[in-house]
């Protein structure tokens, strides 16, 4: 089956610590993007990547890193320079291109200690 | 003013219902529209693409108005699996296919 998988589920980080969620995709997808949403809002675009080897910032990137190294796979970190990261993160993919349709993956719930 | 703004909701209606949610974007730039429906605790899953002439996908019907800047979504005949939040997205004209979000609708059919 095609799709995208995001693990783990739920994620829970001390004070100070770096946690990275992964996402994978198998859609042959160019386009790969991280979002969080917070109870009550909209999804707000973290960090997206349109090819390989590069990616760009969203709209609420400070704290967070990300990696393209592979076309599948498009891990996020969050440091633990994010200091209200408690939120539920999705993980999208699509065709490159303006207009084109995002996938998103289960999403992971990330809780602070 | 949001980049995507919806009724705030939430809807309570009863099974056979027609129900109608509104969204206005403020981007005139943009040109690709959507309705995705998320349910409690899951991800966000696409329901249908709006386009200018509007659209039907059984009871479901979305229409765009560009000069008012405007989208709807019309729900006929409720079923209780309608239940959900329903987010209206806006591609933001970029190049590299920025959606932006509205907050989204809350929908509850009951029996």
């Known amino acids: 089956d095609g799709g995208i998988t995001q693990s783990p589920k739920y994620l829970f980080r001390k004070e100070g610590q770096n946690v990275t969620l992964s996402c994978e995709q198998n859609?042959?997808?160019?386009?790969m993007y991280w979002y969080r949403q917070d109870p009550g809002q909209g999804l707000r675009l973290i960090y997206y990547s349109q090819i390989v080897n590069d990616f760009q910032k969203g709209d609420i990137a400070e704290g967070y890193s990300v990696s393209r190294e592979k076309k599948e796979s498009f891990p996020l970190t969050v440091t633990s320079a994010q200091k209200n990261p408690t939120a539920f993160y999705l993980c999208?993919?699509?065709?490159f291109g303006e207009g084109e349709t995002q996938y998103f993956g289960p999403g992971t719930r990330l809780l602070v200690l | 003013r949001k980049e995507v703004e919806q009724d705030p909701g939430p809807f309570n209606v009863p099974e056979g219902a027609t129900v109608a949610f509104n969204c206005t974007y403020s981007n005139s730039a943009s040109q690709s529209f959507f309705w995705y429906r998320q349910d409690c605790r899951k991800e966000p899953k696409l329901l249908m693409s709006?386009?200018?002439s509007g659209n039907e996908d059984g009871r479901f019907t979305a229409q765009l108005n560009r000069a008012s800047q405007y989208i709807s979504l019309l729900i006929r005949d409720s079923k209780l699996s309608d239940s959900a939040t329903y987010l209206c997205?806006?591609?933001?004209?970029?190049?590299?296919?920025?959606?932006?979000f509205g907050q989204g609708t809350i929908l509850t059919v009951h029996p």
């Open positions: 997205v806006v591609n933001g004209g970029t190049s590299y296919g920025k959606l932006t």
């Open positions: 999208a993919s699509s065709i």
């Open positions: 859609l042959n997808h160019d386009a």
């Open positions: 709006v386009y200018s």
